[in-house]
């Protein structure tokens, strides 16, 4: 989160604040009060504007602070800071596709061998369904009809149906086609 430090810096020195309300587009001053890592309290003539979601710019600082208004009271308005949870999503390096793609995964020595489907993929990994999973070690190997040769992965997470892997190509390079 962006500079909450700051803030409370600014809290300290008694310098305004500029609150921005991404719910009504509008922007008003205000003193900041009571920072926390978890919220903080605003006061100015302006508050009875803000809505629910807001930004904090502290002057100096090219970010603004995320919060959420969870009450105004005539010139006085409390804030919390929401946890940013990141989603496995936003975890990713690139966007994954929609496919629908057999395949088969071993262990490195080709003695257990469990048929799936490849349902996205991306350049560095992908999800597949297939039953027991968990019955493989942490590296596998994706056997796909169109590469001439397998793929190395490993398990980013798993359960009995499905799992997330990590593909680790030769050289760096994907395979054609």
């Known amino acids: 989160m962006p500079s909450i430090e700051a803030l409370h810096e600014r809290e300290q020195s008694g310098e305004p604040v500029l609150v921005v309300d991404f719910d009504n587009l509008c922007c008003v001053e ?16 302006d508050m009875g504007e803000l809505r629910k979601n807001i930004g904090i710019r502290v002057p100096g600082i090219l970010r603004l602070i995320r919060g959420q208004v969870t009450a105004v009271k005539g010139e006085l308005a409390s804030i919390i800071f929401p946890k940013i949870e990141e989603k496995l999503s936003d975890k990713r390096r690139e966007r994954r596709n929609t496919v629908k793609i057999p395949v088969t995964i071993s262990d490195r020595e080709g003695v257990t061998e469990i048929k799936g489907t490849i349902i996205d993929a991306g350049p560095n990994g992908c999800k597949v369904l297939a039953k027991d999973l968990t019955s493989l070690p942490e590296e596998v190997v994706l056997h796909i009809k169109k590469f001439e040769k397998p793929v190395l992965g490993e398990f980013a997470w798993r359960n009995s149906t499905s799992a997330g892997l990590r593909l680790v190509w030769e050289d760096g390079e994907m395979p054609s086609e």
């Open 30 to 45: 205000a003193t900041v009060e009571n920072v926390s890592e978890w919220g903080c309290r605003l006061s100015g003539p």
